[in-house]
């Protein structure tokens, strides 16, 4: 714990002790395992014996997701990795749970000194009632225990800690770690960079970053703008309280509410730069048009909207991709990723108001990651 109102990042990080650290280095290691290795070994199996295997059953090659995974579920390969994905997940929330416990009461207590003290000048702002609908609200998403939501003490911060714990052990193992930096806010330094790719004139003065999490890629915007009157909202509150916590220790103001993206509260044209990361294909697809609406609404002329996801659609990835993917949204915590890949995005931003001139749904490369950008600007 700071003392005297003196704070650094470190007071309120996610800080694995020596045995901790090495326990979850090793499932960092195991998930990449299962992910290149195994994977690689199921592709291959695909190839040479599931795909023709189908073939001579069905008359036809697999053509679909739904042929793929009919040809992969009974595969004993396809089932190991399945097993080995599902347990390596609770290994991996287990463990970070060791260290938020053993941290827990001095983040609180932390959490409400920089509260109080405001050291950076940002603000938190809570509301009492659940923001947002089922299924999104009830959903553990990624198997967290708890979701992002659930609270078990005053000023609680624990799904934050956890959360936080898991982002590069996770992202690492899946090769997404933006230009292979392990920097907290990568992400973020990217979407401001294709942002100012795509609208170079653009100086904005307020930002909103949605589904803003434990806010750190939120971090970046405050950075390369640091005029702007950035805001990070997000609907679990021990996310928007850790994110805030973590932005005053790091010395940034940024201002954190506890709002569902699909009804900001935020005046009509009021934002320049609105954006998020990885929100959208954890929710429905009705909420995916109610939260593109709000964007168009509060969107300023001259402004930009440019939320990144995952690119796992169907024409850019390989059968046996989908039949996994398939696997994970039924199995571990991923249940709106198919939906939200079906999706006609320039459709759905059509639909949401914005003008198909000024609209785009492509994709984007940082090192080995490539990521799915859609949004528009608003002539
Ligand atoms: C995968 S996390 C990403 C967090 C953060 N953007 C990051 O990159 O670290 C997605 C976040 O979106 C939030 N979210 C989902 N639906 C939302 C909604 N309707 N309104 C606000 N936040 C939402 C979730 O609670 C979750 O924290």
Redesign the pocket.
Known sequence: MAQNDTFTARDFAFTPNHDETARQNFIGGFKKFINFDVEAALDRRFDATLAPAYEAAHGAPPATRKDAVAAVENDPLFQTWSALTFHSQNLMWDAVQDTTDRIIEDRIETYRQLRDARPAGGSVSLRDEL??RAP?STTE?HRQPGG?WRERRADDIEQGLNYTGT?ELYRSAKGMSARGSLEKDT?GQFVAEVAQRRAPDLVPARVL??????G??THAYKKVWPQAEVMG????RP?VRFAHGTAEANGLAIDFRE????DTGLPDESVDFIT????FH??TAA?TQE?LKECWRLLKPGGLVLHLDVPYHAHRIPLIKQATNDWQVRHNGEPFWTGFVELDMMAELARAGFDPDHAFADYESAGAATYFFFGGRKP
């Open positions: 923001v947002v999104v998403i992002y982002v992400l970053d949605m589904g803003c999490g434990t750190e890629q909202l997000e609907c679990a996310l709002a569902n993206a699909a998020s990361i990885i929100m954890e929710t909420q939260i």
